[in-house]
């Protein structure tokens, strides 16, 4: 058990392996004794998971940036209340498939919004909270769409030139908090990358035993 709980991100644009690492993550440190709750953004509660269906439902293609960046911290609001705070709480893992980052890269970098206003609206959903460590998987936007297969959702339907402002934002934000946001290749061996990422947080672990 930790002393304090940890809370650990994925990140990246699409099709860049993050459920897979994270997934595969969890089962590791699962294995090695820890508590840890695995969830999503957006999702990971009833509530958070109805507004995701309305977020990537293909058939709200009008949806405006404003209202698609409220719906996500919306999203948000309701996990950290319910899930991830009180988990931390316990002294638990948290393991979550994309965080605040995501907005900032998808809504802001590439849609257009203020990052001021992102990171405002942010800390108020987020009561503060900020992740211990987030692993960016770094892929080329066209690789990573191509890999993301056929039936596209709503963010996956939007232009090449988005998904490549979203990466490129991804790998800003990394350049501003490179203690944080670890970038790795998404491109790598799926053995190798995990042990990087599984390296990265034991040593975490261990510091906080
Ligand atoms: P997923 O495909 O990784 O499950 O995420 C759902 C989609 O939502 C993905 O296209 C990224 C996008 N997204 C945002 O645009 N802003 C956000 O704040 C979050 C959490 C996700």
Not at 140 to 157: C, Q, T, V
């Amino acid at each position: 058990m930790l002393r304090r709980g940890l809370f650990i991100t994925f990140e990246g644009p699409e099709g860049s392996g993050k459920t897979t690492h994270s997934r595969l993550l969890c089962d590791f440190l699962k294995k090695e004794g820890y508590k840890v709750l695995h969830t999503r953004e957006p999702g990971g509660t009833l509530i958070s998971e109805k507004i995701r269906k309305i977020l990537l439902d293909p058939k709200n293609k009008e949806m405006d940036v404003a209202c698609e960046m409220l719906l996500y911290m919306a999203a948000r609001a309701q996990i950290v209340k319910e899930k991830i705070l009180p988990s931390l709480k316990k002294g638990k893992i948290v393991v979550c498939d994309r965080f605040t980052d995501a907005t900032l890269a998808y809504q802001g970098y590439a849609g257009g919004m203020k990052l001021e206003v992102i990171n405002s609206i942010a800390s108020i959903v987020t009561k503060g909270l900020k992740p211990d460590i987030t692993f960016l998987l770094d892929i080329d936007a066209k690789a990573g769409l191509l890999r993301a297969g056929k039936s596209k959702d709503r963010m996956e339907r939007k232009s090449i030139l988005y998904h490549n402002k979203v990466r490129n934002g991804y790998l800003d934000i990394a350049g501003k908090e490179p203690g944080r946001v670890k970038v790795i290749s998404a491109t790598g061996k799926i053995e190798e990358t995990q042990e990087r990422i599984r390296k990265a947080v034991l040593k975490i672990c261990h510091s906080r035993i």
